[in-house]
């Protein structure tokens, strides 16, 4: 649920963006689903539309939405929708490598450094 604080200091647009972000990152809201449309939301959070076009602008921006026209707008995931590299690909199985390593050495449990990676994932 959205909410916007008319007392708050932090505009509504950078509220609804930080609302938004903190429940896509969550795993709240995920890669695919559809978010409301701008006149929707506006009216809804009693805020002018140009207010909820700004935040979903910085959202896309932040690669976290895409707008695809009368389509929708939807969200693509904390990694922006967008496959990586093979470089990156390379840079994160080497980076995985080194943590199991490391986990191993602290004698750690397989189940608790899964759950740490999740935590760390959703940081």
Known sequence: MLRVDP??????FAQLRTQLTEQITAGTLQAGD????VRRLAGDLGIAPN???RAYRELEGDGLIV???RAG???????GGQEPSA?????????ALEYAKAVRSLR???GEALVLVREALRA
């Open 7 to 12: 007392d708050s200091a932090e505009p509504p």
């Open 67 to 69: 707008g695809r026209g």
């Open 87 to 95: 470089a990156d690909r390379a840079a994160a199985a080497q980076a």
């Open 51 to 53: 207010t909820v076009a």
């Open 73 to 79: 707008t939807f969200v693509t995931g904390p990694g």
């Open 108 to 110: 750690i449990s397989t």
């Open 34 to 37: 559809r978010l409301p449309t």
